[in-house]
Protein backbone atom coordinates (compact mmCIF):
# COMPACT_ATOMS: atom_id res chain seq x y z
CA UNK A 1 0.00 0.00 0.00
CA UNK A 2 1.34 3.21 -1.60
CA UNK A 3 0.27 5.74 1.54
CA UNK A 4 1.25 8.97 -0.07
CA UNK A 5 -1.30 8.17 -3.34
CA UNK A 6 -4.13 7.85 -0.35
CA UNK A 7 -7.00 10.26 -0.29
CA UNK A 8 -7.24 12.34 2.84
CA UNK A 9 -10.70 10.12 3.84
CA UNK A 10 -8.74 6.16 3.28
CA UNK A 11 -5.56 7.75 5.37
CA UNK A 12 -7.86 9.16 8.10
CA UNK A 13 -9.69 5.65 8.95
CA UNK A 14 -6.10 3.95 8.84
CA UNK A 15 -5.00 6.98 11.41
CA UNK A 16 -7.80 6.13 13.76
CA UNK A 17 -8.04 2.75 13.67
CA UNK A 18 -4.28 2.55 14.48
CA UNK A 19 -2.83 0.66 11.00
CA UNK A 20 -0.67 3.43 11.02
CA UNK A 21 0.70 6.19 12.88
CA UNK A 22 0.74 9.78 11.73
CA UNK A 23 4.18 9.72 12.56
CA UNK A 24 4.89 6.61 10.17
CA UNK A 25 2.93 8.37 7.13
CA UNK A 26 5.20 11.71 7.90
CA UNK A 27 8.11 10.10 7.58
CA UNK A 28 7.24 8.36 4.65
CA UNK A 29 5.88 11.40 3.23
CA UNK A 30 9.25 13.19 3.79
CA UNK A 31 11.28 9.92 2.69
CA UNK A 32 9.12 10.56 -0.59
CA UNK A 33 9.67 14.23 -1.02
CA UNK A 34 13.86 13.50 -0.30
CA UNK A 35 13.85 10.99 -3.22
CA UNK A 36 11.35 12.51 -6.04
CA UNK A 37 11.42 16.29 -5.18
CA UNK A 38 14.84 17.05 -6.74
CA UNK A 39 12.92 16.02 -10.18
CA UNK A 40 9.73 18.11 -9.54
CA UNK A 41 11.29 20.81 -7.65
CA UNK A 42 7.71 21.61 -6.17
CA UNK A 43 9.35 22.57 -2.71
CA UNK A 44 10.58 25.82 -1.29
CA UNK A 45 11.15 24.64 2.02
CA UNK A 46 10.74 21.16 3.30
CA UNK A 47 9.81 21.09 7.24
CA UNK A 48 11.23 17.82 8.73
CA UNK A 49 11.56 19.05 12.43
CA UNK A 50 8.46 20.53 12.55
CA UNK A 51 6.31 18.20 10.66
CA UNK A 52 7.72 15.02 12.98
CA UNK A 53 6.80 17.42 16.41
CA UNK A 54 3.09 18.24 14.99
CA UNK A 55 2.83 14.37 13.89
CA UNK A 56 3.88 12.94 17.39
CA UNK A 57 1.44 15.57 18.69
CA UNK A 58 -1.63 14.25 16.24
CA UNK A 59 -1.01 10.64 17.53
CA UNK A 60 -1.42 11.97 21.09
CA UNK A 61 -4.93 13.07 19.89
CA UNK A 62 -5.73 9.90 18.52
CA UNK A 63 -4.57 8.02 21.55
CA UNK A 64 -6.72 10.07 23.88
CA UNK A 65 -9.70 10.52 21.31
CA UNK A 66 -9.20 14.44 21.69
CA UNK A 67 -10.53 16.92 19.39
CA UNK A 68 -9.53 14.58 16.27
CA UNK A 69 -11.00 15.88 13.05
CA UNK A 70 -10.88 14.27 9.55
CA UNK A 71 -7.03 16.39 8.63
CA UNK A 72 -5.89 14.90 12.13
CA UNK A 73 -2.23 13.71 11.72
CA UNK A 74 -2.48 14.47 7.93
CA UNK A 75 0.49 15.40 5.65
CA UNK A 76 -0.25 18.88 3.47
CA UNK A 77 1.91 21.26 2.05
CA UNK A 78 1.71 25.35 1.61
CA UNK A 79 2.18 27.92 -0.71
CA UNK A 80 4.98 29.67 -0.16
CA UNK A 81 2.87 32.69 0.28
CA UNK A 82 0.62 32.55 3.04
CA UNK A 83 2.79 33.13 6.62
CA UNK A 84 3.58 30.18 8.76
CA UNK A 85 5.14 31.36 12.17
CA UNK A 86 9.08 30.77 12.76
CA UNK A 87 9.00 28.97 9.02
CA UNK A 88 10.46 30.74 5.98
CA UNK A 89 7.45 32.12 3.82
CA UNK A 90 9.66 33.92 0.82
CA UNK A 91 7.00 34.30 -2.25
CA UNK A 92 9.83 33.09 -4.37
CA UNK A 93 11.78 36.10 -4.11
CA UNK A 94 14.65 37.08 -3.85
CA UNK A 95 13.22 40.53 -1.89
CA UNK A 96 11.81 37.89 0.83
CA UNK A 97 14.49 34.99 0.18
CA UNK A 98 15.03 35.12 4.02
CA UNK A 99 12.07 36.32 5.72
CA UNK A 100 10.40 34.26 8.50
CA UNK A 101 7.20 35.48 9.98
CA UNK A 102 6.64 36.00 13.93
CA UNK A 103 2.54 34.83 13.31
CA UNK A 104 0.42 32.77 11.31
CA UNK A 105 -1.54 33.17 8.88
CA UNK A 106 -5.51 32.11 9.92
CA UNK A 107 -5.71 29.19 7.50
CA UNK A 108 -2.49 28.06 9.03
CA UNK A 109 -4.05 28.32 12.63
CA UNK A 110 -7.14 26.89 11.44
CA UNK A 111 -4.92 23.60 10.56
CA UNK A 112 -2.76 23.65 12.97
CA UNK A 113 -6.28 23.42 15.59
CA UNK A 114 -7.07 20.53 12.78
CA UNK A 115 -3.96 18.64 13.86
CA UNK A 116 -3.00 18.30 10.14
CA UNK A 117 1.01 18.70 9.69
CA UNK A 118 3.11 20.78 7.80
CA UNK A 119 6.03 19.25 5.43
CA UNK A 120 7.11 22.19 3.54
CA UNK A 121 6.47 25.31 1.47
CA UNK A 122 5.97 25.16 -1.81
CA UNK A 123 7.15 27.13 -5.26
CA UNK A 124 5.37 29.47 -6.90
CA UNK A 125 5.55 32.09 -9.36
CA UNK A 126 6.85 35.52 -7.49
CA UNK A 127 4.61 37.09 -5.38
CA UNK A 128 1.77 34.97 -7.34
CA UNK A 129 2.92 36.54 -10.90
CA UNK A 130 3.02 33.61 -13.96
CA UNK A 131 0.63 31.57 -15.11
CA UNK A 132 3.60 28.73 -15.36
CA UNK A 133 5.79 28.74 -12.41
CA UNK A 134 8.82 29.61 -14.25
CA UNK A 135 9.03 33.44 -12.60
CA UNK A 136 10.06 31.75 -9.14
CA UNK A 137 13.48 33.62 -8.34
CA UNK A 138 14.73 30.37 -7.58
CA UNK A 139 14.25 27.90 -9.46
CA UNK A 140 11.30 26.20 -11.82
CA UNK A 141 9.21 23.47 -11.02
CA UNK A 142 8.14 20.72 -13.48
CA UNK A 143 4.51 18.84 -14.15
CA UNK A 144 5.37 15.30 -13.17
CA UNK A 145 3.29 14.40 -15.85
CA UNK A 146 6.64 15.42 -17.87
CA UNK A 147 9.43 17.03 -16.87
CA UNK A 148 9.89 19.47 -19.96
CA UNK A 149 6.42 20.97 -19.24
CA UNK A 150 5.15 23.74 -16.98
CA UNK A 151 3.00 22.78 -14.27
CA UNK A 152 1.09 26.25 -14.95
CA UNK A 153 0.88 29.29 -11.91
CA UNK A 154 1.01 30.40 -9.94
CA UNK A 155 0.36 27.49 -7.61
CA UNK A 156 2.58 25.35 -9.86
CA UNK A 157 4.44 24.15 -6.79
CA UNK A 158 1.34 23.11 -4.82
CA UNK A 159 -0.11 21.58 -8.20
CA UNK A 160 2.78 19.79 -8.52
CA UNK A 161 3.63 18.58 -5.50
CA UNK A 162 -0.23 17.02 -4.93
CA UNK A 163 -0.08 15.38 -8.40
CA UNK A 164 3.65 13.64 -7.55
CA UNK A 165 1.96 12.30 -4.19
CA UNK A 166 4.11 14.53 -2.16
CA UNK A 167 1.55 15.45 0.16
CA UNK A 168 -1.71 14.49 0.76
CA UNK A 169 -2.64 17.96 0.11
CA UNK A 170 -1.93 21.32 -0.64
CA UNK A 171 -3.09 25.13 0.17
CA UNK A 172 -3.05 27.27 -2.99
CA UNK A 173 -4.02 30.22 -3.50
CA UNK A 174 -5.71 31.86 -6.83
CA UNK A 175 -5.68 35.54 -8.16
CA UNK A 176 -6.68 34.78 -11.44
CA UNK A 177 -6.90 30.87 -11.78
CA UNK A 178 -3.70 30.07 -10.12
CA UNK A 179 -5.20 27.17 -8.10
CA UNK A 180 -7.59 25.43 -11.13
CA UNK A 181 -4.64 26.45 -14.23
CA UNK A 182 -2.52 24.23 -12.61
CA UNK A 183 -4.63 22.02 -10.96
CA UNK A 184 -6.01 21.16 -14.48
CA UNK A 185 -2.42 20.71 -15.98
CA UNK A 186 -1.55 18.36 -13.35
CA UNK A 187 -4.68 16.40 -13.34
CA UNK A 188 -5.97 17.04 -9.89
CA UNK A 189 -8.50 18.77 -8.41
CA UNK A 190 -8.47 22.56 -6.45
CA UNK A 191 -11.19 25.00 -5.71
CA UNK A 192 -11.13 29.02 -5.80
CA UNK A 193 -14.26 29.74 -3.19
CA UNK A 194 -16.14 32.57 -3.03
CA UNK A 195 -13.88 35.94 -2.24
CA UNK A 196 -14.60 36.21 1.31
CA UNK A 197 -14.96 32.60 2.31
CA UNK A 198 -11.82 32.15 3.39
CA UNK A 199 -9.43 34.81 5.84
CA UNK A 200 -6.74 36.36 3.90
CA UNK A 201 -5.11 37.54 7.37
CA UNK A 202 -1.49 36.41 6.58
CA UNK A 203 -1.58 35.94 2.98
CA UNK A 204 0.97 38.71 1.37
CA UNK A 205 -1.35 39.67 -0.94
CA UNK A 206 -0.79 39.96 -4.54
CA UNK A 207 -4.30 41.79 -5.36
CA UNK A 208 -6.40 42.09 -2.43
CA UNK A 209 -9.92 42.28 -4.13
CA UNK A 210 -8.93 39.10 -6.25
CA UNK A 211 -7.10 36.79 -4.00
CA UNK A 212 -8.71 33.89 -2.39
CA UNK A 213 -7.04 30.77 -0.60
CA UNK A 214 -8.30 27.08 -1.44
CA UNK A 215 -6.89 23.69 -0.98
CA UNK A 216 -5.92 21.46 -3.93
CA UNK A 217 -6.38 17.79 -3.31
CA UNK A 218 -6.98 14.29 -4.57
CA UNK A 219 -10.94 14.49 -5.34
CA UNK A 220 -13.51 16.30 -4.44
CA UNK A 221 -14.31 14.86 -1.21
CA UNK A 222 -10.85 16.07 0.05
CA UNK A 223 -11.66 19.33 -1.35
CA UNK A 224 -15.18 19.94 0.43
CA UNK A 225 -13.33 18.45 3.70
CA UNK A 226 -10.03 20.91 3.99
CA UNK A 227 -12.43 23.92 2.86
CA UNK A 228 -14.89 23.22 5.69
CA UNK A 229 -11.61 23.53 7.89
CA UNK A 230 -10.20 26.60 6.58
CA UNK A 231 -13.15 28.40 5.68
CA UNK A 232 -15.24 30.76 7.83
CA UNK A 233 -15.28 34.35 9.43
CA UNK A 234 -12.40 36.06 10.75
CA UNK A 235 -12.19 39.30 12.89
CA UNK A 236 -8.69 39.97 11.40
CA UNK A 237 -9.91 40.30 8.10
CA UNK A 238 -13.36 42.14 7.45
CA UNK A 239 -13.77 41.34 3.90
CA UNK A 240 -14.33 37.36 5.32
CA UNK A 241 -18.67 36.23 5.16
CA UNK A 242 -20.40 36.31 8.45
CA UNK A 243 -22.43 33.14 6.97
CA UNK A 244 -21.46 30.09 9.10
CA UNK A 245 -19.99 27.20 6.78
CA UNK A 246 -21.73 24.69 5.35
CA UNK A 247 -20.86 20.94 5.90
CA UNK A 248 -20.06 20.06 2.76
CA UNK A 249 -18.84 16.63 3.03
CA UNK A 250 -22.25 15.38 4.86
CA UNK A 251 -24.76 16.44 1.76
CA UNK A 252 -21.91 15.93 -0.72
CA UNK A 253 -23.86 12.93 -1.98
CA UNK A 254 -27.08 14.80 -2.90
CA UNK A 255 -28.59 14.03 -6.38
CA UNK A 256 -27.79 15.95 -9.33
CA UNK A 257 -30.23 15.21 -11.62
CA UNK A 258 -32.67 18.17 -11.27
CA UNK A 259 -29.53 20.26 -11.75
CA UNK A 260 -29.10 22.66 -14.71
CA UNK A 261 -25.82 23.09 -16.22
CA UNK A 262 -24.98 26.38 -18.42
CA UNK A 263 -22.46 26.02 -21.09
CA UNK A 264 -21.03 29.78 -21.76
CA UNK A 265 -21.09 29.87 -25.41
CA UNK A 266 -18.12 32.31 -25.37
CA UNK A 267 -16.09 30.07 -23.67
CA UNK A 268 -16.14 26.95 -26.61
CA UNK A 269 -14.34 29.28 -29.21
CA UNK A 270 -12.10 28.35 -32.10
CA UNK A 271 -8.65 28.04 -30.52
CA UNK A 272 -9.26 25.44 -28.29
CA UNK A 273 -6.92 22.49 -28.44
CA UNK A 274 -9.04 19.72 -30.19
CA UNK A 275 -8.12 17.25 -27.49
CA UNK A 276 -9.15 19.70 -25.08
CA UNK A 277 -12.63 20.36 -26.53
CA UNK A 278 -12.93 16.39 -27.14
CA UNK A 279 -12.43 15.80 -23.47
CA UNK A 280 -14.69 18.58 -22.36
CA UNK A 281 -17.61 18.03 -24.85
CA UNK A 282 -17.69 14.39 -23.58
CA UNK A 283 -17.55 15.64 -19.76
CA UNK A 284 -20.97 17.39 -20.31
CA UNK A 285 -21.86 14.35 -22.33
CA UNK A 286 -21.21 12.65 -19.32
CA UNK A 287 -23.80 15.33 -16.93
CA UNK A 288 -26.80 14.59 -19.36
CA UNK A 289 -26.24 10.98 -18.51
CA UNK A 290 -26.21 11.85 -14.75
CA UNK A 291 -29.46 13.76 -15.54
CA UNK A 292 -28.44 17.14 -15.66
CA UNK A 293 -29.95 19.89 -17.78
CA UNK A 294 -27.96 21.17 -19.85
CA UNK A 295 -28.08 25.04 -21.40
CA UNK A 296 -26.18 27.37 -23.10
CA UNK A 297 -25.93 30.65 -21.40
CA UNK A 298 -24.10 33.65 -22.36
CA UNK A 299 -21.08 36.05 -20.71
CA UNK A 300 -21.17 38.75 -23.23
CA UNK A 301 -18.76 40.68 -21.36
CA UNK A 302 -16.04 37.65 -21.40
CA UNK A 303 -13.71 39.45 -24.14
CA UNK A 304 -13.10 42.49 -21.90
CA UNK A 305 -12.25 39.90 -18.64
CA UNK A 306 -8.60 39.38 -19.80
CA UNK A 307 -7.89 43.28 -19.81
CA UNK A 308 -9.96 44.15 -16.79
CA UNK A 309 -8.01 41.56 -14.68
CA UNK A 310 -4.47 42.71 -15.67
CA UNK A 311 -5.24 46.29 -15.40
CA UNK A 312 -6.94 45.65 -11.83
CA UNK A 313 -3.78 43.44 -10.65
CA UNK A 314 -1.22 45.42 -12.41
CA UNK A 315 -2.43 48.39 -10.37
CA UNK A 316 -2.92 46.90 -7.21
CA UNK A 317 -0.05 44.79 -7.03
CA UNK A 318 2.12 47.63 -8.04
CA UNK A 319 0.37 49.40 -4.67
CA UNK A 320 0.62 46.15 -2.39
CA UNK A 321 4.29 45.80 -3.37
CA UNK A 322 4.93 49.18 -2.56
CA UNK A 323 5.82 48.02 1.04
CA UNK A 324 9.19 46.39 -0.33
CA UNK A 325 11.56 49.31 0.34
CA UNK A 326 14.74 47.94 1.67
CA UNK A 327 14.03 50.17 4.64
CA UNK A 328 11.27 47.73 6.92
CA UNK A 329 11.79 43.70 6.08
CA UNK A 330 13.05 40.94 3.69
CA UNK A 331 16.27 42.43 1.24
CA UNK A 332 17.66 45.38 1.88
CA UNK A 333 20.94 46.83 -0.53
CA UNK A 334 22.55 50.08 0.44
CA UNK A 335 25.77 49.62 -0.84
CA UNK A 336 27.03 52.79 -1.07
CA UNK A 337 23.94 54.85 -0.89
CA UNK A 338 23.73 58.24 -1.06
CA UNK A 339 20.17 58.70 0.49
CA UNK A 340 17.02 56.75 0.77
CA UNK A 341 15.62 57.05 -2.56
CA UNK A 342 18.96 55.05 -3.09
CA UNK A 343 18.38 52.30 -1.18
CA UNK A 344 14.68 51.50 -2.48
CA UNK A 345 16.06 51.44 -5.95
CA UNK A 346 19.01 49.12 -5.17
CA UNK A 347 16.63 47.01 -3.23
CA UNK A 348 13.81 46.91 -5.62
CA UNK A 349 16.29 46.57 -9.14
CA UNK A 350 18.38 43.45 -6.83
CA UNK A 351 15.06 42.01 -5.29
CA UNK A 352 12.68 41.52 -8.15
CA UNK A 353 12.42 40.04 -11.36
CA UNK A 354 11.45 41.02 -14.36
CA UNK A 355 8.20 39.90 -14.83
CA UNK A 356 7.52 41.69 -10.71
CA UNK A 357 8.93 44.87 -12.17
CA UNK A 358 6.94 45.14 -15.44
CA UNK A 359 4.05 44.50 -13.31
CA UNK A 360 4.54 47.25 -11.14
CA UNK A 361 5.57 49.83 -14.09
CA UNK A 362 2.50 49.00 -15.64
CA UNK A 363 0.20 49.25 -12.64
CA UNK A 364 1.87 52.58 -11.78
CA UNK A 365 1.12 54.10 -15.08
CA UNK A 366 -2.73 53.09 -15.02
CA UNK A 367 -2.75 54.87 -11.79
CA UNK A 368 -1.18 57.76 -12.23
CA UNK A 369 -3.37 61.63 -12.62
CA UNK A 370 -3.23 61.57 -16.53
CA UNK A 371 -4.42 57.93 -16.76
CA UNK A 372 -6.54 56.37 -14.10
CA UNK A 373 -9.88 57.65 -15.14
CA UNK A 374 -9.25 55.88 -18.84
CA UNK A 375 -7.39 52.93 -17.44
CA UNK A 376 -8.07 51.83 -13.60
CA UNK A 377 -11.89 53.66 -13.36
CA UNK A 378 -12.54 51.99 -16.41
CA UNK A 379 -11.83 48.74 -15.52
CA UNK A 380 -13.82 48.89 -12.20
CA UNK A 381 -16.80 49.60 -14.05
CA UNK A 382 -16.69 46.74 -16.80
CA UNK A 383 -15.30 44.51 -13.87
CA UNK A 384 -18.86 45.31 -12.57
CA UNK A 385 -20.61 44.28 -16.00
CA UNK A 386 -18.25 40.61 -15.63
CA UNK A 387 -19.98 40.48 -12.32
CA UNK A 388 -23.99 40.72 -13.64
CA UNK A 389 -22.65 38.52 -16.41
CA UNK A 390 -22.42 35.81 -14.22
CA UNK A 391 -25.44 36.84 -11.76
CA UNK A 392 -27.69 36.76 -15.53
CA UNK A 393 -25.99 33.48 -16.78
CA UNK A 394 -26.48 31.74 -13.15
CA UNK A 395 -29.91 32.86 -12.65
CA UNK A 396 -30.98 30.48 -15.65
CA UNK A 397 -29.05 27.78 -14.41
CA UNK A 398 -26.93 26.02 -10.85
CA UNK A 399 -23.73 26.52 -12.27
CA UNK A 400 -21.65 26.81 -15.32
CA UNK A 401 -18.72 24.62 -17.29
CA UNK A 402 -16.22 25.95 -18.88
CA UNK A 403 -12.49 24.77 -19.22
CA UNK A 404 -9.08 26.14 -17.33
CA UNK A 405 -7.47 26.31 -20.06
CA UNK A 406 -7.49 26.27 -24.20
CA UNK A 407 -4.13 23.67 -23.95
CA UNK A 408 -2.87 21.53 -22.09
CA UNK A 409 0.34 22.25 -20.66
CA UNK A 410 3.43 23.76 -22.59
CA UNK A 411 6.45 23.06 -22.49
CA UNK A 412 9.03 24.92 -20.26
CA UNK A 413 10.43 28.06 -21.88
CA UNK A 414 7.98 27.93 -24.65
CA UNK A 415 6.21 31.41 -23.45
CA UNK A 416 8.84 33.09 -21.24
CA UNK A 417 9.82 35.68 -23.95
CA UNK A 418 6.46 36.40 -24.70
CA UNK A 419 4.96 37.89 -22.17
CA UNK A 420 1.35 38.41 -23.67
CA UNK A 421 1.25 34.47 -25.14
CA UNK A 422 1.76 34.26 -21.19
CA UNK A 423 -1.22 35.97 -20.10
CA UNK A 424 -3.62 34.97 -22.45
CA UNK A 425 -3.36 31.42 -21.53
CA UNK A 426 -4.87 32.88 -18.33
CA UNK A 427 -8.62 33.65 -20.69
CA UNK A 428 -10.71 30.88 -19.23
CA UNK A 429 -10.02 31.84 -15.42
CA UNK A 430 -9.50 35.15 -14.73
CA UNK A 431 -13.23 36.34 -15.19
CA UNK A 432 -14.16 34.54 -12.15
CA UNK A 433 -12.13 36.58 -9.76
CA UNK A 434 -13.30 40.34 -10.27
CA UNK A 435 -16.65 38.66 -10.17
CA UNK A 436 -15.86 36.98 -6.59
CA UNK A 437 -17.54 33.58 -7.60
CA UNK A 438 -16.49 29.99 -6.45
CA UNK A 439 -15.02 27.82 -9.30
CA UNK A 440 -13.83 24.65 -9.00
CA UNK A 441 -10.97 22.53 -11.21
CA UNK A 442 -11.32 19.03 -11.48
CA UNK A 443 -9.55 16.31 -14.11
CA UNK A 444 -11.65 15.53 -17.30
CA UNK A 445 -9.17 13.22 -19.54
CA UNK A 446 -5.94 13.81 -21.38
CA UNK A 447 -4.64 15.05 -24.86
CA UNK A 448 -1.36 14.13 -26.34
CA UNK A 449 -0.78 12.49 -22.82
CA UNK A 450 -1.51 15.54 -20.37
CA UNK A 451 -4.23 15.98 -18.59
CA UNK A 452 -7.09 18.56 -19.14
CA UNK A 453 -8.88 20.28 -16.92
CA UNK A 454 -12.37 21.60 -16.61
CA UNK A 455 -14.14 24.26 -14.25
CA UNK A 456 -17.71 24.67 -12.40
CA UNK A 457 -18.69 27.81 -11.60
CA UNK A 458 -21.17 28.65 -9.28
CA UNK A 459 -23.44 31.30 -7.28
CA UNK A 460 -21.70 33.35 -4.54
CA UNK A 461 -21.40 30.82 -1.14
CA UNK A 462 -22.44 27.90 -3.10
CA UNK A 463 -19.80 25.41 -3.27
CA UNK A 464 -21.88 23.07 -1.86
CA UNK A 465 -23.46 22.53 -5.63
CA UNK A 466 -19.82 22.28 -7.06
CA UNK A 467 -19.38 19.88 -4.82
CA UNK A 468 -22.01 17.74 -5.17
CA UNK A 469 -21.63 18.09 -8.58
CA UNK A 470 -18.13 17.58 -9.27
CA UNK A 471 -18.33 14.24 -6.92
CA UNK A 472 -20.90 12.76 -8.71
CA UNK A 473 -18.94 13.44 -12.15
CA UNK A 474 -15.82 11.91 -9.80
CA UNK A 475 -17.93 8.28 -8.99
CA UNK A 476 -18.56 7.36 -12.65
CA UNK A 477 -15.27 8.14 -13.99
CA UNK A 478 -11.68 8.09 -13.14
CA UNK A 479 -9.44 10.41 -14.70
CA UNK A 480 -8.55 11.61 -10.98
CA UNK A 481 -7.26 8.38 -10.40
CA UNK A 482 -4.26 8.51 -12.54
CA UNK A 483 -1.20 9.52 -11.60
CA UNK A 484 2.07 10.46 -13.38
CA UNK A 485 4.98 7.59 -13.59
CA UNK A 486 7.63 9.43 -11.89
Known amino acids: MELSTLTI ?3 HQLLITKKISSVE ?10 DVDSKVKSYV ?14 DERIAKNESVTPLTGIPFAMKDCISTRNVKTTCSSKILENYVPQYNATVTNKLADAGAVLVGKT ?9 SCENSAFFNTRNPWNLNHVPGGSSGGSAAAMSASLASFTIGEDTGGSVRMPAGFCNVTGIKPTYGRVSRYGLISLVSSFDCIGPMTRDVYDCATVLEHIAGHDEKDSTTYQSPVPNYTQHINKPINKLKLGIPKEYFVAGMEAGVESALQESIRQFEKLGMEIHEVSLPHTKYGLPVYYLLLFAEASSNLARFDGTRFGLSKSDNAKDVIDIYLQTRREGFDDEVK ?11 AGYYDAYYLKAQKVRTLLRRDFETALASCDLLLAPTCPTTAFKLGEKTNDPLAMYLSDIYVVATNPAGVPAMALPCGFSNDMPVGMQLIGKHLDEQTLFQVGHAYQQVTDWHKKLPNL
Open 358 to 368: RRIMLGAYALS
Open 45 to 58: TVTDEVALEQAKRA
Open 123 to 131: NMDEFGMGS
Open 9 to 11: QEI
Open 25 to 34: LTQSMLNRIH
